[in-house]
């Protein structure tokens, strides 16, 4: 842990200020450049009241998608890592309120 280093990630349009394990720093990028897109493709698709609205739609896409692609396999060790990096996100800014 005391390896981490701090980068700051935009998603949905919100600036989050996280500490990452520098192996994981690419994985971590391009998961956030595809969860922007995919926010920015629905945007232009749907309509939505606001930004929740579009990462709910994202989510629901990225679960669907992990579960269509490995139907009867465990989840892979890098989507694992995704999910637990998301998690630190979310629990960074939750620990915040």
């Not at 945007?43 to 990462?55: E, T, V």
């Not at 892979?76 to 995704?82: A, C, K, L, N």
């Amino acid at each position: 842990m005391e390896n981490l280093i701090p980068v700051n990630m935009v998603v949905g349009d919100r600036n989050y200020r996280i500490r990452i394990d520098p192996v994981n720093e690419e994985i971590v990028r391009k998961t956030v450049k595809l969860i922007n897109d995919k926010i920015l493709e629905f945007k232009s698709l749907f309509a939505g009241k606001d930004m929740q609205d579009y990462i709910a739609m994202v989510v629901l896409w990225y679960a669907t998608n992990e579960k269509e692609a490995g139907r009867s396999q465990p989840l892979s060790t890098d989507f694992t890592g995704r999910i637990k990096v998301l998690e630190e996100m979310l629990d960074q800014v939750l620990e915040k309120k």
